[in-house]
């Protein structure tokens, strides 16, 4: 398609009104968390429930909260420092975080192997294929484990509750569910993105009497089959499924192939592109010289973050847009061309609305399939089966026309005043998303002079460089509010782990007892956020909504939820660069 046949201010419209049906007064108040009136969906099916353990009582030297890849992460860069006294404190039965929970089938990362899996040069692992499948993921978060002897600092079916900073004895006081006490000198929270489920809150709900569960809380029990697909249990059962990001977009290729009959309830229709998934082999890593990965990873991260390069070493469908909107050099400085990018971003969107067109034959199906939203708006999935899906007899989609489903009742789901019994219902209604820290951490932490931390950040998060806080000393997270916002998450997790860690070892090395930003450096880095937010909060409201946009309203606790406007790749130059420069400038030791 030549860019003349695109009428950008005629798409601008449609996009506009596409939103607008979509908006909703409730924002985020349209979900509800998985646990509360919702215990039992809240269920691990992975776990032995009847597990058990005395609590345990010890004074350790670092505490990691969280065992998903940035625990672990944080766990092998401290043993690189020849920090020993390690615990970690995991809410699953194993290691792996999103990658543990999140086992429905089809379950796979959208980002390249070679570029999301960490320290594979480090372990000299060889990843299966192209875009790894979540078991492969969780089993390579197990060989991360082994090789840096971190299951032994593990407490698995454990939620740390409270966390107190005792100023006297230069400790946090950190107790759990089961009754432990632990105190560490430092403490690492790694409670991760995206991982509480959340549920609509669509009037009765409560009243289905069918079976439900939320896509990172898969029954196989009921279902049958694993995450490879085999849904016998399905045979005989109508299945509704709620939710078509990316983890709908993986799911619903598996319940079209087994369900007795799946109706989809779509509200906004997903941006799917090609995935061409591929076994790698030897071929692939010939010729690669020590670093390679590092160099990858920086290249994913630059160009999706927006920035310039002169090649695209992984060159697939999340780096084919940017190809064609990537900043030019203008005596060596990159310059954005805005009315270019704007072009192809168009011109991205349209191809993904015509690969719709070509692959679902029925026309009025194809046409609500079709997603009317700026590229950038929504996070975008890539998948080869799932537009075929509506080519079964026994699919249907159901397009409620961005209302979603109106109400629910004891049978089934209701739309535009038509009941859909069903059997069975799929929620892949996604996760939090930077709402309010603590909340979503689910810890209470008081820091130095009894302030908790939630008032501190009534008004949202104050940080320095998005990992520490003033008067929380020796505390740390990982997040990205206030840092940067890349594709690949644990990229930016690597780095800031290394951070961390040559932060521990330093204070260890000074002799100091406590490490905390002072209270300027702290003021001067959510001042640089916030202006260099301006322009993203802009396209934001503009988008139709979603988790990005926090469905269209932000609340008061996220408002200072922005990321480094410089972009993913800047941010890792920056913490690379304070590594580098010694004494880490903004930190005050005592
Ligand atoms: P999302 O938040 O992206 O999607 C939730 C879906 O539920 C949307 O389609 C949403 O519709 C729909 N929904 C919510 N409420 C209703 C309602 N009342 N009626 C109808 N539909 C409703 O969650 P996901 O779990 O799909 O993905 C979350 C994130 O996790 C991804 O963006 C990605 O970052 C990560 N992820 C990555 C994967 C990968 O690498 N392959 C795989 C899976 C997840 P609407 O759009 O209208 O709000």
């Not at 990843?127 to 969780?138: A, L």
């Not at 029990?221 to 990316?246: F, H, M, P, Q, R």
């Not at 993913?568 to 880490?584: K, N, Q, S, T, V």
Request: charged share 25%; glycine share 10%; proline share 5%.
């Amino acid at each position: 398609m030549s860019d003349t046949d695109i009428d950008l201010d005629e798409l601008e419209r449609r996009y506009a009104q596409e939103r607008d049906k979509r908006l909703r007064s409730d924002g985020m108040a349209q979900y509800e968390p998985l646990g509360k009136r919702f215990a039992a969906l809240a269920r691990d099916p992975h776990a032995d429930p009847d597990f058990k353990r005395a609590p345990i009582e010890e004074d350790g030297e670092v505490l990691i909260i969280g065992g998903g890849f940035a625990g672990l992460l944080a766990g092998a860069r401290l043993r690189e420092q020849g920090v020993d006294a390690i615990r970690i404190i995991e809410k699953g039965a194993d290691f792996g975080g999103t990658w543990y929970w999140n086992r429905y089938p089809g379950a796979a990362c959208d980002v390249e192997s070679t570029v999301y899996l960490p320290m594979l040069e480090e372990l000299g692992h060889v990843p299966t294929e192209r875009y790894p499948r979540g078991s492969e993921i969780q089993a390579y978060c197990g060989r991360i484990a082994e090789r840096y002897d971190l299951r032994r600092a593990a407490l698995f079916q454990t939620l740390a509750r409270k966390l107190r900073w005792d100023a006297g004895r230069a400790r946090w006081i950190v107790e759990t569910d089961r009754g432990d006490r632990i105190a560490a000198r430092f403490v690492i929270s790694c409670t991760g993105l995206l991982s509480n489920p959340k549920l609509p809150r669509i009037p009765g709900i409560e009243t289905f009497a069918g079976h439900a569960f939320h896509t990172s809380r898969w029954d196989y029990a009921y279902t049958g089959g694993d995450e490879s697909g085999g849904l016998t249990g399905l045979a005989d059962k109508v299945v509704g499924i709620i939710g078509t990001g990316s983890t709908g977009v993986q799911v619903i290729p598996h319940l079209a192939a087994w369900a007795k009959h799946l109706y989809v309830f779509q509200r906004t229709p997903a941006s799917v592109e090609v995935r061409a998934n591929r076994p790698l082999t030897d071929d692939d890593f010939a010729g690669l010289e020590p670093g390679w990965q590092r160099q990858r990873r920086d290249n994913f991260t630059t160009l999706t973050g927006g920035g310039y390069a002169p090649v695209d070493l992984v060159g697939d469908s999340w780096t084919d847009i940017i190809r064609s909107v990537m900043p030019r050099l203008e005596n060596g400085e990159p310059v954005a061309d805005v009315e270019a990018i704007r072009r192809a971003e168009m011109r991205k969107a349209e191809g993904v609305r015509q690969r719709v067109a070509a692959t679902v034959r029925d026309p009025e199906t194809a046409e609500a399939l079709k997603p009317w939203f700026h590229y950038f708006c929504k996070r975008p999935c890539f998948h080869d089966e799932y537009l075929e899906s509506f080519n079964r007899p026994n699919v249907t989609l159901v397009d409620t026309q961005g209302k979603g489903v109106e109400r629910f009742t004891p049978a089934g789901a209701v739309v535009a005043g038509t009941e859909y019994p069903l059997d069975c219902l799929v929620l892949a209604t996604g996760f939090d998303f930077l709402v309010d820290y603590c909340e979503e951490a689910g810890l209470e932490i008081v820091g130095d002079g009894g302030v908790d931390l939630s008032d501190r950040w009534a008004d949202g998060p104050l940080t320095l460089h998005g990992m520490q806080t003033h008067g929380f000393p020796n505390f740390f997270m990982m997040a990205i509010a206030q840092a940067g916002a890349a594709v690949n998450y644990v990229h930016t997790a690597d780095e800031q782990t290394q951070t961390i860690a040559q932060i521990i070892a330093e204070t260890r090395e000074r002799g100091a007892t406590r490490v905390e930003p002072s209270l300027a450096a702290e003021t001067a880095w959510v001042e640089t956020i916030v202006e260099g937010a301006k322009a993203r909060r802009a396209f934001l409201e503009s988008c139709t909504p979603g988790y990005y946009s926090y469905e269209g309203r932000r609340e008061r606790k996220a408002a200072l939820n922005d990321f480094y406007a410089g972009g993913p790749m800047a941010y890792i130059e920056h913490l690379r660069d304070w590594r580098d420069a010694g004494g880490f400038p903004g930190l005050d030791w005592t």
